[in-house]
């Protein structure tokens, strides 16, 4: 509860923040689901979230006793769920530095809308073990955006939009 109330006070400064969801470790459905809903609640009474980051969970190198990764069908199912239950949350990020470029590119057409950036070097799952992608090339992300027909946006931390590659 901490941490809602520490984005309760935040926002209450007129200040915007990002919500995450680290999934697919030990928790349930129902666990995601009630996660969900208490970001929902707080996004209704103080409109603060610029956009929720679902993480998934990286089991290399973790002292958690967990044999499978989820599967792309779950984890998409986890972005579809979390469109629907946050319809009042703008951006949806498919962190392609956990779940894999071509996963993140499919999330787009699940209810994800931002693929998050070029990421020189993932520091937050990669601090705890994880080998989590390296960066990639701009270039590349155009190109991969492009091909799936949709619009490659530049943007800042704030969603102001920077660049639009037509």
């Not at 208490?38 to 190198?61: M, S």
């Not at 703008?90 to 530095?97: D, E, F, H, S």
Request: no cysteine; aromatic share 8%; net charge neutral.
């Amino acid at each position: 509860e901490n941490w809602l109330k520490i984005h309760k006070l935040w926002h209450s400064k007129g200040k915007q923040s990002n919500a995450t969801m680290l999934f697919g470790h030990i928790e349930e459905r129902k666990h995601r689901i009630d996660h969900l809903l208490r970001l929902r609640k707080l996004q209704d009474e103080t409109g603060g979230f610029n956009a929720l980051i679902p993480l998934v969970w990286q089991k290399d190198n973790s002292f958690l006793d967990i044999k499978e990764q989820l599967d792309s069908e779950e984890i998409l199912k986890t972005i579809a769920i979390a469109r629907l239950v946050l319809d009042n949350v703008k951006n949806i990020k498919a962190y392609w530095a956990t779940m894999g470029l071509n996963l993140a590119m499919v999330a787009q057409e699940f209810g994800a809308n931002d693929l998050d950036g070029t990421i020189e070097k993932e520091s937050i799952q990669s601090a705890g073990g994880a080998k989590s992608a390296r960066g990639t090339k701009l270039e590349t992300f155009i190109e991969l955006i492009k091909t799936s027909n949709l619009i490659p946006v530049e943007r800042d931390s704030l969603y102001n939009e920077i660049r639009i590659y037509e």
